[in-house]
C-alpha cells in the first residue's frame, strides 16, 4: 500500500540553530534592552556558542530566549533575575530545563504568546530585510533534499516551528514545495493530536506510518497514547540530543535509533 512518514523539522530535515540563536540575541535584546547595556560581540558569541550545546532542550522555538537570558545572568552577577542563575552550567541546563523553565518564566514574569509573537516578529523582521542572510543561517542535513525531492512515501511535516518558516526554507534553501495541507507547525496542536489526526483521514488507510523525531521526550509521549500504537517510532542520531537520551532510547522497543543515511534511504 505505501508508506506515510510524518517528519519533525528543525532537528531531523534542517539545523536551524545558528538562525534561532542569532534570533534569539535579537529578540532578547528587544524584550530586554538593558540586560544588553555593556554587553561586547565577544559576550554575544560565547552565548550563541553555548546556544549549540543546549538546543536538545528546546521544545518550542521561545525558549530559545529563555535560555540567552539564562546563559546572560549565570555571566553577569549584577543583573541576575532569577534564582538558579547562579553557578549553572549548561550540563545543569540539559539536565534540569524542565524544572529551570517555569522558575524563570515565573520570576522574569513572561507570558509563553508574547514570546512566540517576539520570536516571530523578529525573525519575519530579519526575513523581509535580508532574507538571502536569515536563509543562509540555515543549513539542512547532508542528502536531506534530494532525498525529500525524490521520496516514493507520502511526507508530512510535523513541528512546533511556525509553518511559514519552514516553508521558506524548504523553498529556499532545499528547493523543494510540500503542500500547505502537509506543513502542520506551531498552533495545530501537540504532535500527539496531529499524528491522530493524521492516522484517522480516509486516504492514509492501509498505509505504514513512521514518525521521525530528534526529541525523545516526544517520542515517549507518543508511546504514552494507546491510539498510536501504530506508528513506527524512530529517533534521528544526528539531531538536538544527548549521548545519554541515545543510550535510553536503545532501551525502548518501541524506539528505533535512525542514522542520516539510513533516513535518506528510507525515503527514498
Known amino acids: 500500500m505505501g508508506d506515510l512518514y510524518a517528519l519533525d523539522f528543525d532537528g531531523v530535515l534542517c539545523d536551524s540553530c545558528g538562525e534561532s540563536s542569532l534570533s534569539a540575541v535579537k529578540a532578547a535584546k528587544v524584550r530586554w534592552p538593558s540586560l544588553f547595556n555593556g554587553v561586547d560581540s565577544s559576550l554575544e558569541d560565547w552565548i550563541v556558542d553555548q546556544m549549540h550545546v543546549v538546543r536538545p532542550v528546546v521544545e518550542t522555538g521561545y525558549e530559545n530566549l529563555l535560555l540567552v537570558r539564562l546563559l546572560l545572568e549565570s555571566r553577569i552577577s549584577s543583573?541576575?533575575?532569577s534564582s538558579v542563575a547562579e553557578g549553572l552550567t549548561v550540563e545543569g541546563?540539559?539536565?534540569?530545563?524542565a524544572k529551570i523553565k517555569?522558575?524563570?518564566?515565573a520570576e522574569w514574569d513572561e507570558d509563553r504568546d508574547f514570546l512566540?509573537?517576539?520570536f516571530g516578529k523578529v525573525r519575519d523582521e530579519?526575513?523581509?530585510n535580508d532574507l538571502a542572510t536569515w536563509i543562509g543561517a540555515n543549513r539542512f542535513y547532508p542528502g536531506v533534499p534530494d532525498a525529500l525531492k525524490f521520496a516514493s512515501s507520502k511526507l508530512y511535516i510535523v513541528t512546533t516551528k511556525q509553518s511559514r518558516f519552514a516553508d521558506a526554507l524548504l523553498r529556499g534553501l532545499?528547493?523543494?514545495t510540500i503542500p500547505a495541507e502537509r506543513i502542520y507547525g506551531l498552533g495545530t496542536g501537540p504532535k500527539v493530536k496531529v499524528l491522530k489526526q493524521l492516522q484517522e483521514m480516509?486516504?492514509?488507510q492501509g498505509l505504514t506510518l513512521h514518525?521521525?523525531?530528534d526529541r525523545l521526550a516526544t517520542l515517549k509521549n507518543v508511546i504514552k497514547e494507546s491510539e498510536l500504537d501504530g506508528w513506527n517510532l524512530y529517533l534521528g542520531d544526528w539531531g538536538y540530543n544527548t549521548q545519554k537520551e541515545r543510550e535510553e532510547a536503545a532501551s525502548i522497543p518501541r524506539i528505533h535509533i535512525l542514522g542520516l543515511s539510513d533516513f535518506s534511504n528510507k525515503l527514498k
Do not use: C, Q, T
Not at 93 to 97: C, F, K
Open 174 to 176: 532545499a528547493e523543494i
Open 202 to 204: 480516509p486516504e492514509h
Open 93 to 97: 541546563i540539559l539536565e534540569n530545563w
Open 126 to 128: 530579519w526575513m523581509d
Open 102 to 105: 517555569p522558575i524563570i518564566m
Open 79 to 81: 543583573i541576575r533575575k
Open 211 to 213: 514518525f521521525v523525531e
Open 116 to 118: 512566540i509573537d517576539l
